[in-house]
Nanobody, 124 residues
Framework: QVQLVESGGGLVQAGGSLKLSCAAS????????MGWFRQSPGKEREFVAA????????TYADSVEGRFTISRGNVRNTMYLQMNSLRPEDTAVYYC?????????????????WGQGTQVTISS
């Protein structure tokens, strides 16, 4: 069992930056692939970024490629999402998720555990 808690959300102006964190409980954190998803009002939850269990492989949605960076610190059981050049369309609730997988996972159905989410609001 893995419990996930997101933090770091908030309100920033367009062009600004935020760094989200996802703290995971459980000794087996380092064996899980991890990902970030987001959901805007009235829209489906969508994939943002994912990272392999060892941090070697990452993948991003086209909409955030080059602006967001996913990383993880297995010693501290924490995953991060550095978000730069933020846009109003990045406004959403951001969720972290964990998958029992040895590769990166882009599909929501591949994830086994989810956090409660943190709100990110970008003003224009």
């Amino acid at each position: 069992q893995v419990q996930l808690v997101e933090s770091g959300g908030g309100l920033v102006q367009a062009g600004g930056s935020l760094k989200l964190s996802c703290a995971a409980s459980g000794r087996t954190f380092r064996s899980y692939a991890m990902g970030w998803f987001r959901q805007s009002p009235g829209k489906e939850r969508e994939f943002v970024a994912a990272i392999s269990w060892n941090g070697v492989t990452t993948t991003y949605a086209d909409s955030v490629e080059g602006r967001f960076t996913i990383s993880r610190g297995n010693v501290r059981n924490t995953m991060y999402l550095q978000m730069n050049s933020l846009r109003p369309e990045d406004t959403a609730v951001y969720y972290c998720a964990a998958a029992r997988s040895d590769t990166v996972v882009r599909g929501q159905g591949g994830y086994d555990f989810w956090g409660q989410g943190t709100q990110v609001t970008i003003s224009s």
